[in-house]
């Protein structure tokens, strides 16, 4: 059955609109070199309907969910360092997006 507007054009009909738009990320995680000791700070935004789940990984270890954003304080060579990859997963589709971080020296936490 269609559907008409007062001027005589067909309107659309509700199965023409898609149930599901697939994620895309808008913003992506950069590249960072830091000293060890400095805060790790990386985001990763997207667009999609539904509301597309960030899942954010370290060496491919879940690191955390449902956050843009990273902050890690007081980063650590030895447990920091590496490649972190977003993941924006709706039913519509799943896109991902990395940035290797680098902590360089020795943090000496004086007390």
């Known amino acids: 059955m269609s559907r008409f507007s007062l001027f005589g054009e067909s309107l659309p009909q509700f199965e023409d609109f898609p149930v599901a738009v ?8 950069q590249n960072i070199s830091i000293d060890e000791g400095d805060t790790i700070i990386l985001e990763c935004e997207a ?4 509301v597309p789940q960030i899942t ?5 270890s879940v ?10 304080i007081y ?4 447990e920091h360092e590496g490649l972190y990859r977003c993941e924006a997963k709706n039913p519509a589709g799943i896109v991902t997006a990395s940035a290797f971080v680098t902590v360089k020296g020795q943090y000496h936490k004086y007390t």
């Not at 954010?56 to 491919?60: E, V």
Request: aromatic fraction near 10%.
């Open 63 to 72: 690191l955390s969910t449902n956050s843009s954003l990273v902050e890690i």
């Open 22 to 29: 697939p994620p895309e990320i808008i913003k992506e995680p």
């Open 47 to 50: 667009l999609g309907f539904p």
């Open 56 to 60: 954010w990984y370290l060496n491919g």
């Open 75 to 78: 980063a650590r060579k030895s």
